[in-house]
């Protein structure tokens, strides 16, 4: 459409109706240059964003350096610093928490030169994590990382000075609540060497039901073995859940938890340990002076004597092998003396076997099978003993779905057959293989068992194992249950039964 210009009364086209103004004036009127700043404007504003550019600057250069290693779109290096203060302060508790008295005790059992090898380790991990987390605060960060090493190198020292200090204290401790005689080695005394405080260990627990008991046995003058072997042994002799030892005075308190029933005097059973200078059983509190041959835990004989049928000291040394605490020991002297089988002092050999088998043995499944299979080989013709302590093996291995030693089984069938045929049949039903030849010494005891599974079992393979045993070695008392099985659905069955009714028909 065509318009008047308002500033040069021109006429000119135009696509749109608010338009007045022509396109020459329109660029006219922009051509004009711009005023320029003189001198002294020009440098008051450089002056007043000088600051603002200097910012943007350094801006600048740190995120171009930035972007240029990559460091701006990951983590890596704050996960890094984490991690590597996390393993020190993993170190430093564990530290921390080392205590003869404590349930971290690893450390303090240990020399100083392990115990500085594993704080090294960790700490030196800590220290190369912690100095490689940032570019940026490399002075910072390096810092941290050798403080981390020193502290590394130090904290050993550290943990044996508190132990010492620990020490003096819990003798000043025991000065001030202890008369000086009941303090002397070796000295036997009415009184206790422990006081209150040493026992608050124990006094802190309390049973769970009226079913558990607790008992605090304090027995001085042992190395670090003998206190594992001897807190194993109170936990096995005394049915316990578990026992700690925590040191007191000269030598250790075991804490034994959890003991089944209600509590008794047990200074008999600490008796082999040495000599029990003081009982409070109503406290269920006792202190043994440790005697290691009364314990029997060195053995007083040589690996050749133990293990030379022609020795004439043999039986004598595996006899004393087995009254020993260490169940390994009784373990090894059991089944050598199984296997040579010798012909002198046999009575006495299942004496110290009987013996050693009132032990309980529940927790050491492994040498009480040796035990009970050694006595077998020294059991008396008709020995009821034998038979009563075969039985109750027997039993327990049954009951805990472990393998039955074959030599007590065998045993158990040919001194009480008829109490064997049930327990053989259901281990042959489901093992044929490995107890086919038990199977076969019962005999015919066992033809009826197998008939009445035969009957009632729906297992193709149950039935064809039962088949082919009553093929070999039934009488003709089975061919009515066999029968039925000629017209069985299944080829196999029906096979094995024709055969099997044949075999029985021809006896």
Not at 86 to 98: E, G, Q
């Amino acid at each position: 459409m065509e318009i008047e210009c308002s500033k040069c009364h021109k006429k000119f086209y135009a696509t749109k109706e608010d338009i007045s103004v022509c396109p020459e004036c329109l660029k006219s009127e922009f051509a004009a240059p711009a005023p320029k700043l003189n001198e002294e404007e020009h440098a008051a504003l450089i002056a007043e964003y000088k600051s603002s550019i200097k910012r943007q600057t350094a801006r600048a250069e740190s995120m171009g350096g930035i972007y240029t290693s990559g460091h701006a779109f990951n983590i890596a290096g704050t996960m890094r610093l984490i991690l590597g203060l996390a393993i020190f302060a993993v170190c430093a508790l564990i530290f921390i928490l080392s205590d003869k008295d404590g349930a971290v005790t690893f450390l303090v059992n240990e020399d100083i030169e392990s115990q500085r090898l594993f704080s090294m380790i960790f700490c030196v991990v800590s220290a190369g994590l912690v100095a490689t987390a940032s570019v940026y605060y490399k002075k910072t960060v390096i810092a941290l990382a050798f403080i981390i090493l020193v502290l590394g190198w130090t904290m050993p020292n550290m943990l044996a000075y508190a132990m010492e200090e620990a020490k003096k204290a819990e003798a000043e401790l025991k000065a001030q609540h202890q008369p000086v005689e009941n303090r002397i080695p070796g000295e036997d005394t009415a009184g206790p060497v422990l006081t209150d405080a040493d026992l608050q260990v124990f006094y802190s627990l309390r049973s769970i039901s009226n079913r558990v008991t607790h008992y605090a046995v304090f027995i001085d003058h042992q190395d670090r073995r003998a206190r594992d072997i001897v807190r194993d042994a109170l936990t096995r002799l005394l049915q316990a859940e578990y026992t700690r030892a925590h040191t007191r005075a000269n030598g250790a308190l075991y804490v034994v938890t959890n003991v089944s029933g209600a509590r008794q005097n047990i200074s008999h059973l600490l008796s082999r340990f040495g000599t029990v200078t003081y009982a409070a059983s109503s406290k269920g509190v006792y202190e043994v002076r440790f005697d290691a041959d009364k314990a029997n835990l060195v053995s007083k004989y040589s690996p050749d004597v133990l293990t030379s049928p022609m020795n004439p000291s043999y039986v004598t040394a595996n006899l004393s092998e087995m009254k020993c605490l260490d169940p390994m020991r009784v373990r090894m002297s059991a089944r050598s003396l199984a296997n040579s089988n010798v012909q002198i002092l046999r009575g006495e050999i299942r004496e110290t076997l009987l013996q050693v088998l009132g032990d309980p043995w529940l927790t050491e499944p492994d040498t009480y099978s040796e035990l009970v299979e050694a006595l077998v080989v020294y059991s008396l013709p008709s020995d009821k003993e034998a038979a009563e302590h075969c039985f109750r093996y027997f039993e327990v291995r049954r009951a805990l779905k472990r393998e039955v030693s074959p030599v007590v089984t065998r045993y158990l069938i040919l001194q009480a057959p008829d109490a064997m045929v049930k327990p053989v049949v259901d281990m042959w039903c489901e093992n044929p293989v490995a107890y086919g030849d038990m199977l076969k010494l019962l005999g015919y005891r066992v033809q009826r068992p197998l008939i009445e599974r035969l009957q009632a079992t729906s297992d193709i393979r149950l039935a064809g194992g039962i088949l082919k045993y009553l093929e070999a070695h039934g009488t003709r008392d089975a061919l009515p249950a066999v029968e039925p099985f000629m017209e069985h659905s299944d080829s196999i069955i029906r096979h094995s039964a024709r055969s099997t009714y044949n075999a029985l028909q021809s006896r």
